[in-house]
């Protein structure tokens, strides 16, 4: 036991209350008792095998499910647990010391829930219809979906304004939405019946995959004011998926492919924004921002985990009669991992608690508070990156080995650092929080071309219409169109 990484020392309580503390211990205690035994079998043991890493993987969600850790985000008058964002992140950094994938798995869950629930919108019509399935006896799945080929960083560059977008969605009657275009890398993803059939097989522990949580646009190029998000059914028709990348980390924990939408229809009420330029702040705020925030708390977990490896490595590997961990050449490297790795759980908590003061600090979507949310996640990421690197260096061969885990930490930290823009969209969106926005160089002539394209695709609608239903039907659902851009939800839904 080392007393510097108990809660009590890891969590000080100017950040949280003595029984938000206790939880953090039963998330912690939880992780030693469940995880830690288990986390050769989530990769499906060094042969990897599928079966194995998926009923080792849903056999543990149902148990955080069980323990109430997927619906600690979810508002009280929808029969979840409503616990603070400093909870939230306890969950993902314990959980993330046993397994990073199990705890983005769970992540996932408090992610779709705060884009239904935040200080853009609540769509309580939308929380009614899924707390059931969320608060049910067996745990559900979700996937959110932004990256696309034209390159996920540029969705998560603000300068870009969503004009990079290629998933359109268009009013088909006032009532549904149809979705076209191609999204790469979401998970967990894949064909309806991949899950219905893991469904079938483990009834008691996997209720399924409830659905994508899409990014999306109404036309490229008028940047923030068309964008949005969009839920879609898992098994929604129109959609085709690819097979799962093969890659470095999140072996069997994430599996990510690429979704086709091809003239897939939704109910308009799954438009998860309601207002002209509210998805914008969405996106901005609670899926790239908070998402980088709650990625710096998985990345401390990961820190902590090897840390503790490391530790208890070199209290047994001797040098002449001594523990290594006691010369003073490994003592200072275990000490510059622990310093880095306080250092970054006391920041992400500061953010977090600063977060949820936006009458204080600012709304989530401000630039200065995605530059906070950036710093956390990059300045943990740095820390992942140096204590697994030395982790595996203190401990040798040993390090490198599979038994050990920390070559599967050291696999998986990478990701969490990438995903959501990156290392280097941290640090870009960290400087324009600092001194103000700024833009590329060739912005100016590449808006114009976005322009123009738009204004081509524009003729090119205008004249099918034309001849399709005559120049005045044209006009007419055209001035509708116009109207539509101000859609008025409350409407939609109570029809
Ligand atoms: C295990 C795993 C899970 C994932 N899960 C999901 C998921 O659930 N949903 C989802 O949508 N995606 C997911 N992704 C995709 C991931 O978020 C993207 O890969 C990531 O955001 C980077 O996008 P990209 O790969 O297209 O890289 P690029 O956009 O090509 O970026 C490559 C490099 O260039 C830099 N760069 C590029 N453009 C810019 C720019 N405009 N500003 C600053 N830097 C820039 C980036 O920082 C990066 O270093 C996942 C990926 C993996 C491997």
């Known amino acids: 036991m080392y007393l510097l990484l108990e809660p009590e020392h890891k969590y000080p309580r100017c950040f949280c209350s003595e029984e938000e503390l206790l939880m953090a211990k039963s998330i912690r205690e939880f992780t030693e008792k469940e995880v830690f035994p288990r986390r050769q079998d989530l990769e499906g043991g060094w042969h990897r095998d599928e079966d194995l890493a998926h009923k080792t993987l849903y056999e543990l969600y149902y148990k955080c499910h069980k323990l109430g850790l997927t619906i600690a985000n979810l508002p009280t008058e929808y029969g979840g647990l409503g616990l603070s964002p400093i909870v939230r992140q306890m969950i993902n ?41 969320l608060t049910g006896k067996i745990p559900y799945i979700a996937c959110v979906c932004i990256t696309e080929p034209e390159g996920g960083a540029n969705i998560e560059d603000p300068s ?52 994508y949580w899409v990014v999306v646009t109404e036309d490229p190029s008028r940047g923030e004011e068309a964008a949005g998000m969009v839920y879609v059914p898992y098994n929604a028709k129109g959609m085709s998926f690819g097979e799962p990348y093969m890659k470095c980390g999140f072996c069997m924990t994430d599996e990510n492919v690429d979704i086709w939408y091809e003239n897939v229809e939704v109910p308009a009420k799954y438009r998860i924004d309601t207002k002209p330029g509210d998805g914008a702040k969405i996106i901005h705020g609670y899926v790239i921002g908070l998402g980088r925030l709650a990625g710096a708390a998985r990345l401390t977990g990961i820190a902590t985990a090897v840390l503790e490896i490391a530790l208890d490595w070199t209290k047994d ?37 600063q977060a949820s003061r936006p009458d204080v600090y600012g709304e989530p979507w401000s630039p200065h508070m995605i530059a906070k949310f950036s710093s956390a996640r990059s300045f943990a990421g740095e820390v992942a990156m140096f204590c697994t690197n030395k982790a595996m260096e203190l401990m040798g061969s040993y390090g490198y ?25 941290d640090l870009m969106d960290i400087a324009q929080g600092l001194y103000g926005s700024f833009k590329w160089g060739g912005y100016d002539e590449w808006l114009t071309r976005i322009h123009e394209k738009g204004k081509t695709l524009e003729k090119k609608i205008d004249k099918t219409m034309s001849e399709a239903v005559g120049e005045s039907e044209t006009k007419q659902i055209k001035k509708d169109l116009e109207k539509d851009k101000e859609y008025d939800l409350d409407n939609l839904t109570k029809k």
Not at 401 to 422: P, T
């Open 93 to 133: 950094e314990e959980l993330s010391r046993g397994d990073p994938g199990l705890s983005t798995l769970v992540g996932k869950i408090h992610w779709i829930v705060s884009f239904m629930y935040n200080r853009v919108n609540v769509r309580k019509d939308l929380l009614e219809e899924f707390a059931p399935k």
């Open 160 to 211: 870009l304004e969503f004009r990079t977008l290629n998933v359109v969605i268009a009013k088909k009657r006032s009532d549904t939405y149809v979705l076209n275009g191609h999204k790469i890398w979401p998970g967990p993803a894949a064909k309806p019946e991949y899950w219905d059939r893991w469904r079938e097989k483990w009834p008691d522990i996997f209720a399924g995959h409830l659905g």
């Open 317 to 353: 590997r001797m040098i002449a009669g001594k523990p290594v961990r006691e010369r003073s050449l490994f003592a200072s490297i275990l000490a510059q991992m622990y310093r880095m790795v306080d250092l970054a759980r006391q920041y992400y908590l500061s953010v977090t608690w």
């Open 401 to 425: 080995s599979f038994e050990m885990n920390v070559e599967k930490y050291y696999r998986d930290y990478k990701i969490i650092q990438m995903w959501l823009g990156g290392a280097q969209r």
